[in-house]
């Protein structure tokens, strides 16, 4: 089967320019789940999708990042305006119920 | 709330040489358990879970771990280690009905020649 499709593999933006992510999840996964991954750390949760409804988006940084999954496919996950603190890979994994994560290779993000 | 803790941020051990990386967790009641690895600028790739079946569970190039309730552990394993194996290895954990999974912060693994 195909895997976790994310573009772009990596973005280098200006602090306070906005930048947009592209995931496409394994065909018939309903949920979608955007991770941060800062450098050295473990990936955390920014926000879960279970088909195009918001399961948790506790973590996501309301004021700057935004997140969509239309028809409850693809998702996009944007941040505007970029801070530096936001430089780290993105991750966009999918899943069926109760089974183990698919992840992407992620976007490489850097702010300057 | 669940978490994990992985002890020691960075194994280095000997080509052929047994791999130990810890994991502690904590989860109000039984979970799910995970090990993923990820290779330098690629996403995770799933090792081995444990989903309250067998305590010892298997996974790919001969890993292994180990679900020890009394001691909320599920150390990953490998008896001989290969070149190969270098890469950063998370742990995770997941509650029953629950697919927010949370990850800890990850061991880099080396491996001497």
């Known amino acids: 089967e195909a895997g976790v499709a994310q573009s772009p593999r990596y973005k280098i933006i200006e602090k306070r320019q906005s930048v947009a992510f592209w995931c496409n999840p394994i065909?018939?996964?309903?949920?979608l789940y955007w991770y941060q991954q800062i450098l050295g750390q473990g990936p955390k949760l920014l926000i879960q999708?279970?088909?195009?409804?918001?399961?948790?988006d506790s973590q996501l940084p309301k004021d700057r990042f935004s997140a969509e999954r239309l028809k409850g496919v693809d998702s996009t996950l944007k941040i505007q305006p970029a801070k530096l603190e936001d430089s780290a890979v993105y991750l966009c994994?999918?899943?069926?119920?109760?089974?183990?994560?698919?992840f992407g290779n992620g976007t490489r993000l850097t702010v300057t | 709330a669940q978490s994990v803790t992985q002890l020691g941020s960075h194994v280095s051990v000997s080509e052929g040489a047994l791999v130990l990386l810890r994991c502690n967790y904590s989860s109000s009641v039984p979970p799910y358990l995970f090990w993923y690895v990820q290779y330098p600028n690629q996403g995770l790739q799933l090792l081995l879970k444990?989903?309250?079946?067998?305590?010892l569970v298997k996974g790919i190039n001969d890993f292994e771990a180990e679900f020890k309730k009394s001691e909320t552990s599920f150390h990953l394993t490998k008896p001989s280690a290969h070149m190969s194996d270098a890469a950063e290895y998370f742990c995770?954990?997941?509650?029953?009905?629950?697919?927010?999974?949370?990850f800890g912060a990850g061991t880099r693994l080396t491996v001497k020649p």
């Open positions: 995770a954990v997941r509650e029953l009905n629950n697919n927010d999974m949370r």
């Open positions: 444990y989903t309250s079946a067998a305590t």
């Open positions: 065909s018939g996964h309903a949920t």
């Open positions: 999708f279970q088909n195009n409804g918001v399961v948790d």
């Open positions: 994994a999918s899943s069926l119920e109760n089974s183990p994560l698919h």
